[in-house]
């Protein structure tokens, strides 16, 4: 297996992430690919860990990049768990060239973090590392009468205890820094995690986005999986551990189906209620009209989205932002998210998508059947939500943000004597 030796001149930096989603269909290295070779590009030594590869490869040099895949079947360390495998394979490299700054997008690199006195490196996680999204997820319910707001502060009373002594106390305490995507997961660190801000650093991921080109093989896919040519589609992504939030989906779409005869809603995703959620499909006579597809490929997803007219993300269990929401506004899709989500920190009501509190299924069916009526300016939503995700996340901005943290985190750890060129003002 080839590998090339980096040079010892330049600054080093590991990203780490158990799975890098995949967006591009020529991508094998997802979403995080555009910040890594933006970072190359700036003349930065680049490695990446990450768990498995979709084109099957343990080790990939591409644009400046090495990327280590370190279970795949070639691996040395398929034997380990990610964490220990990250630990290992860090420790090996770093010891050969050492890293200045270690970057892991969720909780991976802990075990590096635990011992960065002893290897002398800055050591900083993504806020979906911790727990957070789970606080989200309990904001995210309907809460309209006095018991529901009850019930509400004693679930993230208890929820915020258990998750926060458990696991994300352990994880802040190492880290020399937190990236967040949005101000309010800043928010929530500063004032319920006790994290210090000048520690937080805000980074929107970019993306490449290709131009848009429409579906060219729409009534193929749509055949594969059973639906009429004619088939007016919203799809929604669920990891299926929470039944209300899809409860309320189809409560909504059931007036949906009646006044739309061939409209369908699709559901992309497994998980712990995945038989509960087929039992509430079949007992509203939905069966026909509610495909439960489970786990998808990445390509299969993205085929999905692209025939789809409408995406619809009502859940609040992510406090970051959704890789299949990006490319569903990349692709001028009309986009139905949650106000109290961080989806709400990227739609403008009306604007370039629309905003609904979760459990309000009346006005759910209400906009879907205008949707699929022709009652609203799709392709103008289209448009601005495709202008909107260029502008917010764009690669160039991202990567000169995250140098920018480095070089502050680094400066703040105090842990070795950094290249004296890094740490020049950044333009």
């Known amino acids: 297996m080839a590998q090339s030796t980096s040079s010892t001149s330049s600054f080093r930096v590991l990203l780490v992430g158990a799975r890098f989603q995949i967006l591009s269909r020529a991508s094998d290295s997802g979403f995080l690919w555009p910040m890594a070779k933006g970072l190359a590009r700036k003349g930065i030594d680049v490695t990446v860990f990450s768990s498995r590869s979709p084109i099957g490869k343990s080790f990939v040099e591409r644009d400046g990049v090495k990327t280590y895949f370190l279970q795949e079947k070639d691996s040395e360390l398929q034997h380990l768990n990610f964490e220990d495998a990250v630990l290992r394979k860090f420790t090996e490299l770093h010891y050969q060239n050492p890293f200045d700054i270690v970057h892991s997008l969720d909780p991976s690199a802990i075990k590096v973090a635990k011992q960065k006195s002893r290897f002398k490196v800055a050591v900083c996680f993504d806020v979906e590392a911790t727990q957070m999204s789970q606080i989200f997820s309990i904001l995210g319910r309907g809460h309209e009468t006095l018991g529901a707001l009850l019930q509400m502060g004693t679930a993230l009373a208890y929820k915020f205890m258990t998750t926060f002594f458990a696991k994300d106390r352990p994880l802040l305490k190492v880290a020399d820094g937190i990236f967040v995507a949005h101000p309010q997961q800043r928010y929530l660190l500063e004032r319920y995690y006790l994290y210090p801000d000048l520690k937080i650093h805000t980074l929107p991921y970019g993306f490449e986005l290709s131009d848009f080109k429409p579906p060219e093989n729409v009534t193929e896919i749509k055949k594969k999986w059973g639906l009429p040519e004619n088939s007016q589609l919203a799809v929604t992504f669920s990891d299926l551990s929470e039944s209300q939030e899809i409860i309320h989906l189809l409560m909504g779409f059931e007036k949906v189906a009646v006044k739309k005869p061939f409209s369908y809603l699709l559901i992309i995703g497994n998980g712990p209620l995945f038989k509960e959620i087929e039992y509430e499909i079949l007992q509203r006579a939905l069966g026909k009209r509610v495909l439960l597809l489970g786990s998808l490929s990445d390509e299969e997803t993205l085929d999905i989205i692209s025939i789809s007219e409408v995406y619809i993300n009502l859940s609040s269990r992510t406090s970051g932002f959704e890789t299949t929401l990006i490319e569903a506004m990349a692709q001028k899709k009309v986009i139905i ?22 459990a309000d299924k009346d006005s759910l069916a209400i906009l879907l059947i205008e949707i699929f009526s022709g009652a609203i300016p799709i392709e103008e939503l289209g448009e601005r939500a495709r202008k909107k995700v260029l502008e917010l996340f764009d690669v160039k901005k991202m990567t000169d943000l995250a140098i920018n943290a480095y070089r502050q985190i680094i400066r703040d750890a105090g842990y070795k004597k950094v290249r004296r060129k890094f740490l020049e003002p950044h333009p």
């Open 337 to 358: 998210g949650s106000e109290v989500s961080p989806i709400s920190h990227i739609i403008e009501d009306g604007l370039d998508g629309f905003l609904l509190r979760p």
